[in-house]
């Protein structure tokens, strides 16, 4: 059985950090793509991060030069550093993985996921 678990979110003030965790299990993620996705009220799950399986990373404009995801193969688990977070940072953020290996992501395109840790950034 396949299963995604975040950590990490909680309640910060503008201009804090972050770091998320997933942990994986059921199966062995070396030679997925890893990714990050968000969905705050009212609005769409959009694409934040994603980390191929030879470790090069690709972002959303809007968290470039804040965010930086990794990966550590040996524990089956990925991350999230989140730094200089803003107000509209603030969404549900989940964990997601894929054996396609692309230059853009979309929620439709992800194999499996984690139900999701919460993130709310105070002004």
């Known amino acids: 059985q396949v299963q995604l678990v975040e950590s990490g979110g909680g309640l910060v003030q503008a201009g804090d950090s972050l770091r998320l965790s997933c942990a994986a299990s059921?199966?062995?993620?070396?030679?997925?793509?890893m990714g990050w996705f968000r969905q705050a009220p009212g609005k769409e799950r959009e694409f934040v991060a994603a980390?191929?399986?030879?470790?090069?990373?690709l972002y959303a404009d809007s968290v470039k030069g804040r965010f930086t995801i990794s990966r550590d193969n040996a524990k089956n688990t990925w991350y999230l550093q989140m730094n200089s977070l803003k107000p509209e940072d603030t969404a549900v953020y989940y964990c997601?993985?894929?054996?396609?290996?692309?230059?853009?992501?979309?929620?439709?395109?992800?194999?499996?996921w984690g139900k999701g840790t919460l993130v709310t950034v105070s002004s």
């Open positions: 997601a993985c894929t054996v396609v290996t692309r230059t853009y992501y979309t929620a439709g395109g992800m194999d499996y």
């Open positions: 059921g199966r062995t993620f070396s030679g997925y793509t």
């Open positions: 980390i191929w399986r030879d470790g090069n990373t």
